[in-house]
């Protein structure tokens, strides 16, 4: 399977390169830097220069991709107003490459969805405000395909991409 990745040499990325090229996968990278594209080669990956907020060569690295894993987010996050308004622009247009090819669509979240300030566990509620909240909506308003989104704990990586999960289902 070729998969397109954003956000491929964050802080989870490299991760998830590695293991989908370990498994077989070819990996197009999104990278907005000289280094960015370097890490990404390193790791097996062939680059496509751009950023999060270059919604042409997102819809175009989406549309030439058998699935896309979407870690990356562009913005400030004092300004969280800003990164939903990013984000709503990227997920629409990986969204818009995608739409009716049944080819799936991985979204990660992480901290970002968690109470800020405060010790938390897996066990803790997602604070409806968080930059994480306010992604997980965004991208429920634009696109709502199949989604495959599972944690490696509950499904391992491998199957994110043989996972279907219809949208608001909580099983892979």
Excluded: Y
């Amino acid at each position: 399977m070729h998969v397109f990745v954003t956000g491929g040499t964050g802080q989870t990325g490299p991760a998830i390169v590695s293991e989908l090229i370990g498994s077989g996968h070819t990996v197009t990278g999104l990278a907005r830097s000289d280094d960015a594209a370097a890490r990404l080669q390193a790791l097996g990956a062939t680059p496509l220069r751009g950023s999060v907020d270059d919604l042409d060569t997102l819809h175009t690295g989406a549309a030439q991709a058998d699935g896309v894993v979407h870690m990356a987010i562009a913005g400030d996050f004092s300004d969280p107003e800003d990164i939903t308004r990013r984000e709503v622009a990227a997920i629409q247009a990986l969204g818009q490459a995608l739409v009716d090819t049944d080819k799936p669509l991985v979204t990660t979240s992480g901290t970002l969805v968690l109470p800020a300030g405060q010790l938390t566990t897996e066990h803790d509620t997602p604070d409806p405000n968080s930059i994480g909240s306010l992604r997980s909506r965004a991208l429920k308003r634009v696109w709502t395909s199949l989604i495959a989104v599972c944690a490696p704990s509950s499904c391992g990586w491998l199957r994110l991409f043989t996972a279907r999960v219809t949208m608001g289902s909580s099983r892979c």
